[in-house]
């Protein structure tokens, strides 16, 4: 598919609180962002959590503590909490991005099960890229479309597909 629109209405406003053994990941999905000739940017700014965002579509460029990349349909970026970013493309770009901001604490519940997601956010943890190529993603984000559009009328396929989503980036 070349030039998917997804819908903000399926996910939009979502939060996720979910116990994955030593962790909790908190998360809050916002909606998908158009940049190009109505809007050029967000304006360098930073979050007191991490922030995902997904490009669905189009180019730009991301600016992380100074440094651009440049950014293109399938790209993961995250921030981390406190650090400086911005997001810009041309009129002509037509960049398109889903974000969720995510908070993750130790639980405080002990526990004694070493889960496969503990070792996913203790290597993030431990360090990780600010931008990946993530397009295999994208089929999260498909699916959820799909899953919507069909007139499902629970919720549990995409919260799992979104918390899929948020395992796969810390990745």
């Known amino acids: ?4 629109k997804f819908h903000s209405d399926y996910i939009s406003g979502i939060r996720i609180d979910e116990s994955f053994g030593k962790y909790r990941v908190s998360c809050k999905v916002g909606s998908y962002c158009e940049f190009g000739f109505d809007q050029i940017s967000n304006q360098a700014h930073h979050h007191d959590c ?3 965002c997904i490009v669905t579509n189009g180019n730009g460029y991301f600016i992380y503590e ?3 990349n440049r950014i293109t349909k399938g790209d993961i970026l995250i921030t981390d909490p406190e650090c400086s970013h911005e997001i810009r493309a041309k009129t002509n ?3 398109e991005l889903l974000y969720i901001f995510i908070n993750l604490d130790e ?3 002990i526990s004694t099960v070493r889960t496969y997601e503990d070792e996913v956010i203790e290597n993030f943890l431990a360090g990780h890229n600010c931008v990946f190529k993530g397009e295999n993603l994208l089929s999260y984000i498909r699916f959820i479309e799909d ?3 069909q007139g499902s ?3 549990y396929g995409t919260i799992q597909a979104l918390k899929s989503v948020i395992v796969e980036s810390l990745c």
């Open 93 to 95: 770009d037509n960049l």
């Open 107 to 109: 639980n405080r519940r």
């Open 153 to 155: 009328k629970s919720k």
């Open 66 to 68: 100074e440094e651009t």
């Open 50 to 52: 991490y922030e995902l």
């Open 1 to 4: 598919m070349l030039n998917e």
């Open 147 to 149: 899953y919507n559009s």
